[in-house]
């Protein structure tokens, strides 16, 4: 390889570097004074870049200048920074106090609505920027080619450092941050206004976004999927820098820029999966990124109240649970076949959803990939009726095995984190499951998938499908909610409500979590098998972000503080969605906004309204 | 009644379901230093918190310099010169000693000379040569003239000062006596919590005992060191 290819290679891989630091450090600056984890922050980079590719091509035919280029590229993110106030005044402000898991929830809330959003006004083709002028052309660097414009984002994102720098350490604002970062409540208690803090830190961190996707407009075109794509990488640069560290951020996004630029040489297919193992490396040896500190404790919980009382099922619940069952197995005499289709789903849906609950209701596990193992427990099941030629049978079998031991292997990192830091985690692994599904597309067909994921011909009518799917997944509930009662589900709630305590009375927290982690991922991949017949194919959505948030939704509506919520949660969200999505356009802005809504207003779901009905009886 | 910089009338407030004061009743007169005395978990701190709004009062009045207070959101207290130096000091240790300061930076009421930076540098000589030093890589004492240098920035009329004295050493204790009666003749009134009866008697005029949430017991620092009976009901471990 010669000298020039390889600093070409590492200039582009900076370049990267920088429009990733850009975005990463707007993310950072908000989590540091707010604690929130913003999924919003995607999105206010795809506004940036849409709002962009709108000013400033209308700007050029004024006059097309470099100057009016930059001052449309500024507009775009000052009017990002004017969005993010309005989420703050209208949303943040009432997320402060209320567990993390919520406000991941709520500012997924906001993603979907601005994807519909984005959609209405926008269109959903995508939309090329223009070029920016004076920046054009190549430069001769050592006998290669290089862009300009990547030469001048290389130097904009040290620059954006800089400034932040000197915001940071020379105004008053900058130390007003700082000091929030450490101790808000302390700040607020020397007469400054947390409300004007926080409001102005949503500003700058929504406008540095925009400034992201505005500076893109040359290199990408406007898309309505550019969202999650971006977010996701700037987790991963948050998590690795330190969370709330700017200079962090910075070097870590340059690692990543630099880890994607020689990777893609090695390794073309799997660039992205590089990336989650260098974050889940760092967050095994520095638990609080490259510098990160731990967080102060804040006084916060993490999680929403879990599950707390266990009852043994009364004579209500047990004739509920006995109707519930009966209607299930009844909907293939009566019901047609789309209701068949329906139901069955329910039944798939309820035990992922259960499954889920079981981390996060009972083990305080805030698991923000778990269509990871459904997805993997699908694919299993589908690649190895369609590519390895067995029939639906072992597949079944193979299914939940894959969920438990991706689970396994996942979890073993996973369980040596907690909270936050937990959560994203979870969530990286889940995009390695999905890049490698998306990406290795000899094998799993890449984003078309794989069809022709039909059962054996025994049960090849959806009816008698119907009851297969019934049998496996309602005893895998009632087995999975046998261990909520066991020793086993008691010691997950101990060490949920206090690690140390539970490790003081001689518990081995991790072992017991990692267990959990396993188990739910092996129910979570049976579900993900029964999926795959049912649908007769298997594509990367079933392991994508948008599905994990589905369940999460399914456990909120249910109630996380009861054991049969997420069950009821699952049913009701999978039949609203089933009957509302085919009737109206912005299904993802009704989803989102009743995720919102859910959070603030019934946090306890469907399942704690029925405990309170018959708390109150 | 014009004289009183404080005055706080059936307070309660509490924790959850735990219920920490049960009406609690104390005043503070403008420039005096008055110590609220009571064994570990009497409601000492819990008090302070509650006066200065970080945990809502859930019953009571508290009256500051004439406007009523309760309910207020801390910042507002603060800025109406009500200053707050926490028990566990709660220094930002990522920010130098004189950006600690800037944080707690408020504008002067009333006509009085503003505190500075400067000033305060006379008055904890210990600060002036650490000034571009992270608070991190500061002593416990250090850091407890940080915390009150930092609230004395606010500008305040009065002061809660969470016990001052815990775990510092003989000497610095003996500092942190003189820098609370230098702000006394700075004309600034101080309400401490305190355990130590020799520190309170050092520097206080008035001693407030409470014990289980209620106050019991309220006069001057000598009769309280005269009177062997309250102490050994109330303070006495």
Known sequence: MDIGFIVVQSLSGLASASALFIIASGLTLVFGVTRIVNFAHGSFYMLGAYIAVTVVPWLLEIDRSPT???????????????????????????????????????????????????????????IPGPRAPGLRHGVEILGQRFPAYELFLIVIGPAVLGLLWLLMHRTRFGILIRAATRDREMVGALGVNQAMLFTGTLFLGAALAGLGGALQ????????????????????????????SVPGAFLAAVLIGQLQAFGVLVFPKITLVLVFLLMAVVLVVKPWGLLGRPEAAAGRAALPEGILSIRAFGVPERIIAGLAIAAMLAVPVFGDTYMVKVATEVLIFALAAFSLNFLVGNGGIVSFGHAAYFGLGAYAAGLLVTKGGLPMEPALVAAPIAGAAFAALFGFFVVRLSGIYLAMLTLAFAQIAYAVCFQWVE????????????????????????????ICAILAIIALRRVVYAPFGATLRAARDSEQRADAIGIDVRTHRWLAFTLAGGAAGLAGGLYAFSKGSIDPTLLAIPLSVDFL?????????????????????????????????FWRFLLGASIIALVLIFPRGLGGAFAALRGRA | M??????????????????????????????????????????????????????????????????????????????????????????????????????GRRPARGGRAPWTPERLWSFFPNLAEMRGRRASAMSGGEQQMLTIARTLMGNPDAVLLDEPSEGLAPVIVEQMAEAVLR????????????????????????????????????????????????RATWLTV
Request: proline content about 3%; cysteine-free; glycine content about 12%.
């Open chain 1, 217 to 244: 407009i040359p290199r990408v075109s406007a898309s309505s999927q550019m969202d999650l794509s971006i977010i996701t990488e700037a987790f991963v640069v948050t998590v690795i820098g330190g969370m709330g």
């Open chain 2, 2 to 103: 014009d004289d009183l910089v404080l005055d706080v009338t059936g307070l309660k407030a509490g924790y959850g379901p735990a219920e920490i004061l049960f009406g609690v009743d104390l005043t503070l007169r403008r420039g005096e230093v008055a110590a609220l005395m009571g064994r570990n978990g009497a409601g000492k701190s819990t008090t302070m918190k509650a006066i200065m709004g970080m945990l809502p009062p859930r019953a009571g009045r508290i009256r500051f310099a004439g406007a009523d207070i309760t309910g207020w959101a801390p910042y507002r207290i603060a800025r109406a010169g009500l200053g707050y130096v926490p028990e566990d000091r709660r220094i930002f240790t990522d920010l130098t000693v004189a950006e600690n300061l800037e944080v």
């Open chain 2, 183 to 230: 702000m006394k003749e700075e004309g600034i009134a101080v309400l401490l919590s305190e355990q130590s009866l020799d520190f309170a008697a050092a520097v206080a005029d008035r001693a407030i005992v409470i014990e289980r949430g209620e106050i019991r017991w309220n006069g001057t620092m000598e009769a309280l060191e005269n009177d062997e009976q309250v």
């Open chain 1, 68 to 126: 009016l280029f930059f001052v449309g590229v500024l507009i775009s993110a000052i009017a990002v920074g004017v969005l993010g106030v309005l989420m703050e005044l209208l949303l943040l402000r009432r997320l402060y106090k209320v567990p993390e898991l919520f406000q991941l929830l709520a500012t997924f809330g906001v993603v979907l609505m601005v994807q519909d959003a984005v959609l209405k006004i926008w269109g959903p083709v995508d």
């Open chain 1, 553 to 585: 939704a399914m456990i909120l509506l249910g109630g996380i503080q009861t054991v049969m919520g997420a069950v009821a949660g699952a049913a009701a969200f999978h039949t609203i969605k089933d009957i509302f999505m085919p009737l109206t356009d």
């Open chain 1, 443 to 470: 094998v799993t067909g890449g984003d078309n998938g794989v069809v022709g994921v039909w059962p054996s011909a025994w049960a090849s009518s959806r009816h008698v499908y119907h009851y297969v799917v019934a």
